[in-house]
């Protein structure tokens, strides 16, 4: 079955850096794109950032862009998410999610991780 | 971008339909998705492509589309159905993706 599990997560200062991961399982991750998807403490959903199945293609929520990086690594079945200059705002329980073969949505997600900034 | 629009709360008792509805102007180019979220745990895909129901999700949930509104249908609610729901749609020209506000359906 779909295993999405992320890590990395914790209290950083802000102005800090952070990379969070997510280690996939279940099915064949090199042809699946993937996505962040983060959700600050009694808020909504936001979506972050989507990446392709082979990595060449990258988009990002215009709140995060220039200051988010997402990547994968196919040969670990892994997905990265690098925060630079992390702000308060950016404290969110971080998901990854799945996208499926076709259509625009999240058909699988991770358990989140928290990234509390704080001082 | 877009924006997607949600009624903040829904209230039925058990038993009862409830109707959660979810309005953009993308809409009617794009499909709607609707998740269901329990306190403490991931959203869970409960709806895609307006109205198609991943394997496992009951059979009382039903999705439908009518111009810029999507409506997530749940018949013969149960208390396990309380939980937050969001829509989402994409904006494939930007190349983002849009939820919702979030309901929060209470079962009375």
């Known amino acids: 079955q779909v295993q999405l599990v992320e890590s990395g997560g914790g209290v950083v200062q802000p102005g800090r850096s952070l990379r969070l991961s997510c280690a996939a399982s279940g099915f064949t991750f090199s042809t699946y794109g993937m996505h962040w998807v983060r959700q600050a403490p009694g808020k909504g959903l936001e979506w972050v950032a989507v990446?392709?199945?082979?990595?060449?293609?990258?988009y990002y929520a215009d709140s995060v862009k220039g200051r988010f990086t997402i990547s994968r690594d196919n040969s670990k079945n892994t997905l990265y998410l690098q925060i630079k200059s992390l702000r308060p705002e950016d404290t969110a329980v971080y998901y990854c999610?799945?996208?499926?073969?076709?259509?625009?949505?999240?058909?699988?997600w991770g358990q989140g991780t928290l990234v509390t900034v704080s001082s | 971008s877009y924006e997607l629009t949600q009624p903040p709360s829904v209230s039925v008792s058990p038993g009862q339909t409830a109707r959660i509805t979810c309005s953009g102007d993308?809409?009617?180019?794009?499909?709607g998705y609707w998740y269901q979220q329990k306190p403490g745990q991931a959203p869970l895909l409960v709806m895609y492509?307006?109205?198609e129901r991943p394997s496992g999700v009951p059979e009382r949930f039903s999705g439908s589309s009518s111009g810029t509104t999507v409506t997530l249908t749940i018949s013969g609610v149960q208390a396990e159905d309380e939980a937050d729901y969001y829509c989402q749609s994409a904006d494939i020209s930007s190349a983002s993706w849009v939820f919702g506000g979030g309901t929060k359906l209470t079962v009375l």
């Open positions: 492509k307006d109205n």
């Open positions: 993308a809409l009617p180019k794009q499909y």
């Open positions: 999610a799945k996208n499926p073969a076709y259509g625009y949505y999240f058909d699988y």
């Open positions: 990446i392709s199945d082979d990595g060449t293609k990258k």
